[in-house]
């Protein structure tokens, strides 16, 4: 059972682009979840979707960033016209319920030039 | 409300002593807790969980934690620290019911020293 899936592993991106992740949930798993953690800090929760839909998203700021988890095919965050603070390593989670444990995959390094 | 403290951003032991992280929780009702690892440059790993059974949790790599309701805690805690032990530790808190986020700690940093 392959786990939690990623990609890219890094991203790099100038100022004024799009950054977009993908994550691939482990197999039966139909909650994703994203965190982004800055350098020396601990993991901030920004967004819980199951498929179709946003569940919570009250850790996300309210401009330049989205999410979605789409019927087929791997949740997508999007971050548009990215600026040097986003630099930060992003990580998905997934389970198979809300009540569950969560499984991460190996995150995507964002660096912002 | 929920919230999670983790009392030491780092610690440090040498190898083959006792390895003691500490978390303390707030919660309103019954707790899920969980501790997760960090290695460097890795995403993070379920070391090990506590949803209302046995109090005393062990979990990979000979780690296990200890949920005490009085002391509102769930301390991480291994007989003798290996080198590999060296990452960084996230305690978590959630519970049952679908409207409440996950809570990370800050984070403790594990030392090895040889």
């Known amino acids: 059972n392959a786990g939690v899936m990623q990609n890219p592993r890094h991203l790099v991106r100038r100022r004024g682009q799009e950054a977009r992740l993908r994550c691939s949930p482990m197999k039966g798993h139909s909650h994703v979840y994203w965190y982004r953690q800055l350098p020396e800090e601990g993991l901030k929760f920004m967004v819980y979707l199951q498929k179709e839909n946003i569940i919570d998203e009250s850790g996300m700021p309210k401009e330049r960033f989205s999410a979605e988890f789409p019927k087929e095919g791997p949740s997508i965050l999007r971050i548009q016209q990215v600026v040097r603070g986003d630099s930060a390593a992003y990580f998905c989670a997934s389970s198979p319920g809300t009540y569950y444990e969560q499984y991460f995959g190996p995150g995507t390094r964002l660096t912002v030039t | 409300a929920q919230s999670v403290t983790q009392l030491d951003s780092h610690v440090s032991v040498s190898e083959g002593t006792p390895v003691l992280l500490r978390c303390n929780y707030s919660?309103?009702?019954?707790?899920?807790l969980f501790w997760y690892v960090q290695h460097p440059n890795k995403g993070l790993q379920l070391l090990l969980k506590y949803t209302s059974a046995a109090t005393l949790v062990k979990g990979i790599n000979g780690f296990e934690a200890e949920f005490k309701k009085s002391e509102t805690s769930f301390h991480l805690t291994k007989p003798s620290a290996h080198m590999s032990d060296a990452a960084e530790y996230f305690c978590?808190?959630?519970?049952?019911?679908?409207?409440?986020?996950?809570?990370f700690g800050k984070g403790t940093r594990l030392h090895i020293l040889p």
């Open positions: 978590v808190v959630t519970r049952m019911n679908r409207d409440d986020k996950i809570i």
């Open positions: 919660s309103s009702y019954s707790p899920s």
